[in-house]
């Protein structure tokens, strides 16, 4: 297994454990419950997208019988899915936390969310691009 691949699936459980831990959290004291989108976020974007993306890259090419087009795309999408979900998430926070700058931190945690469209964007291109290419003759 690609290590691209095996780190796609360790976010994707360290971001299940901490979003597990802050449901728990929001469940047991409401001062918490300013933490849903973060919760929801790391729960989709994190645990859900990032299982999809790692078990994507290892199970679809060999279902479509091809080789994955880029690993460089791969991996520069597993750097920038990151990036833009806690770039997003932790300025989301310092928003709420900060309002004085909330404005700053709001256009901030767009330009992440924007980053992190990008690497959706990477991965389903490079996805396309293995599975929907001819196969050599």
Known sequence: MDRFVKAFIFMSIFYLMTSSFI???????SRY???????????????????IYGVGYHI??????????????AILQFWT???????????YLAAYYEPQSAGT???????????EVFSIALFV?????????????
């Open 105 to 115: 931190y709001r256009t901030l945690s767009a330009a992440f969310g924007g980053l």
């Open 60 to 73: 679809l090419p060999r279902f479509a019988g091809r080789v994955l087009k880029s690993r460089a795309v």
């Open 33 to 51: 419950l300013p933490l849903k989108f973060v919760h929801s976020h790391l729960m989709l974007l994190g645990w859900v997208s990032m299982m």
């Open 81 to 91: 899915a990151n990036a833009g979900l806690l770039g997003m998430l932790g300025f």
């Open 125 to 137: 291109y490079n996805m396309i691009a293995t599975i929907y290419t001819k196969a050599p003759e």
């Open 23 to 29: 449901g728990v959290a929001m469940l047991s004291n």
